[in-house]
């Protein structure tokens, strides 16, 4: 199988110069846990998840002392109105990741799972054509129903009861 047969075409994605209030718009509306950056011309140039958009707990520098950070800055304790600022001024670019996984639609479905759980740390491969545009995505979860998929019976068949 090659990977333009489980893509998902036409993906949501977000402009590099959108707000991140947008970008989590964008993701809630969807019912996504990220999205392809693009620039003007629909290049991919990166990608935002969730928790590239949540505070994150870090130690105070020389202080035993945890205190959450959000976009390289301390957040106020007790305060998600400095979040939410922060979400309606800086753009996307500011918090996107640019290390991406990336295939072409021709490639075999096996190199794009490889890409996705190299260090397991990717969520999604983004599938770009040879101009470098965003044609498509895979998630973990497409894989996930395509080997569901592949396992269930066919109508002729039924299910073995041997254990």
């Given at each position: 199988?090659?990977?333009?047969?489980?893509?998902?075409?036409?993906?949501?994605?977000?402009?590099?110069?959108?707000?991140?209030?947008?970008?989590?718009?964008?993701?809630?509306?969807?019912?996504?846990?990220?999205?392809?950056?693009?620039?003007?011309?629909?290049?991919?140039?990166?990608?935002?998840?969730?928790?590239?958009?949540?505070?994150?707990?870090?130690?105070?520098?020389?202080?035993?002392?945890?205190?959450?950070?959000?976009?390289?800055?301390?957040?106020?304790?007790?305060?998600?109105?400095?979040?939410?600022?922060?979400?309606?001024?800086?753009?996307?670019?500011?918090a996107m990741r640019t290390e991406l996984a990336v295939v072409s639609p021709e490639d075999p479905l096996e190199t794009a799972l490889v890409r996705m759980m190299q260090d397991r740390q990717y969520?999604?491969?983004?599938?770009?054509?040879?101009?470098?545009?965003?044609?498509?995505?895979?998630?973990?979860?497409?894989?996930?129903?395509?080997?569901?998929?592949?396992?269930?019976?066919?109508?002729?068949?039924?299910?073995?009861?041997?254990?």
């Amino acid at each position: 199988m090659r990977v333009k047969e489980l893509m998902k075409t036409r993906p949501y994605s977000v402009r590099l110069d959108e707000t991140l209030l947008v970008a989590a718009q964008r993701m809630l509306e969807h019912r996504l846990g990220g999205l392809p950056v693009v620039n003007e011309a629909g290049k991919l140039v990166g990608l935002i998840e969730v928790d590239d958009l949540l505070p994150r707990p870090e130690n105070v520098p020389f202080s035993e002392v945890e205190a959450l950070r959000l976009f390289d800055e301390w957040v106020d304790p007790g305060s998600v109105e400095s979040v939410y600022r922060q979400y309606q001024s800086k753009p996307v670019a500011a918090a996107m990741r640019t290390e991406l996984a990336v295939v072409s639609p021709e490639d075999p479905l096996e190199t794009a799972l490889v890409r996705m759980m190299q260090d397991r740390q990717y969520r999604r491969v983004l599938v770009v054509d040879e101009q470098g545009q965003l044609v498509g995505t895979l998630t973990r979860s497409d894989f996930l129903r395509l080997f569901v998929m592949q396992q269930s019976p066919t109508p002729n068949q039924t299910p073995s009861t041997e254990n």
